[in-house]
């Protein structure tokens, strides 16, 4: 089976694009600050990661609806999705987003974890159109023993299946940008932008943009000059229209390292300043924004609430 994937283009042309409490972009008129929020647990019910963020002050928040380290996963009833919607009208939490597992390997040349993969994608979007959650964030996976040029065509195929499995969702797919540790594909945006033109484009089909990730591969986010380089090709050779997602953390390792290792805002390798040109882009800041940090208190106060705290720090006029 690996041997046969070619770059499958074979997907709806009649799907919808996921629809959510509209970033004001799609309205015509451009939020005056970033909605900012963060990874939170749904241990105790998805609803209660909607009850977390609001504790902390987030805007927006990201999940996981199952274990991301797992295979299977307890089926949502109908309850989970009605208490997890209420929460989020209640606390005023907008654009939530889902996390896929991280067993998830779109560029797999084994068959069999190839065709695992698919189901449990598939199986993702759909527990996130049971909670009401509009995006899925995927990596999309390592070529192993492939070359990257037949990883790549994976990932499409993979794309173009999941996409004909999930035809009656408006649930969107975003493929996230990695730190290109081992064979992980996506370090590279142009990776991204041919995963996304050999499914035609699909307006199912988006990416996530991390902050340490982009930096562990080698943009450095932090001189205004590669800033802005980074932002024109992501522009250009993407849209910044399918940028559903970024993921905002600082970096324990240096650039081009090829490490993912997150790091609280101003407290690794990409400092502060890095943070302030993605916050202030006038697209970027258009897009929900997420810290992916480790979870834990300083001097009594929450990582996030702190973390948030600098990030609005950083937000100009």
């Not at 600050?33 to 927006?60: F, I, N, T």
């Not at 005023?92 to 695992?116: G, M």
């Not at 993605?278 to 834990?296: F, I, W």
Request: with cysteine; charged share 25%.
């Amino acid at each position: 089976m690996p041997a046969a994937r070619k770059k499958s283009t074979a997907v709806s042309e009649a799907a919808s694009p996921a629809r959510e409490p509209a970033p004001a972009r799609d309205a015509g008129q451009p939020r005056p600050k970033p909605w900012l929020g963060s990874h939170m647990s749904v241990a105790g019910g998805c609803y209660r990661a909607v009850e977390l963020a609001a504790e902390a002050g987030c805007d927006c928040v990201q999940v996981f609806t199952k274990n991301a380290s797992q295979w299977k996963s307890k089926p949502l009833t109908p309850e989970d999705g009605e208490l997890f919607r209420a929460a989020l009208e209640k606390h005023q939490i907008v654009a939530p987003v889902s996390h896929a597992s991280y067993l998830i390997n779109l560029a797999s040349p084994s068959d069999d974890l190839w065709q695992k993969s698919l189901a449990a994608m598939v199986d993702e979007l759909e527990r996130a159109a049971a909670l009401g959650i509009p995006r899925v964030v995927v990596h999309p996976g390592a070529h192993v023993t492939a070359s990257e040029e037949d990883g790549i065509a994976t990932v499409i195929n993979a794309l173009g299946r999941v996409l004909q499995q999930t035809e009656s969702l408006e649930t969107m797919i975003l493929l996230e940008n990695t730190a290109g540790q081992g064979t992980t594909l996506g370090w590279r945006l142009e990776h991204l932008a041919e995963m996304i033109d050999g499914v035609r484009n699909h307006p199912r089909v988006g990416v996530c943009i991390d902050t340490c990730h982009a930096f562990a591969a080698g943009y450095d986010l932090r001189d205004a000059g590669h800033f802005a380089a980074f932002a024109d090709q992501l522009g250009r050779d993407i849209g910044f229209d399918r940028v559903g997602a970024i993921h905002l953390n600082d970096s324990r390792k240096g650039l081009g390292q090829r490490i993912d290792r997150h790091e609280h805002i101003g407290e690794g390798m990409l400092g502060l300043e890095a943070f302030r040109h993605v916050l202030n882009h006038h697209a970027l800041r258009q897009v929900p924004m997420y810290l992916e940090t480790e979870k834990g208190d300083r001097d009594g106060e929450s990582f996030d609430v702190i973390n948030l705290r600098t990030l609005r720090g950083l937000v100009g006029d």
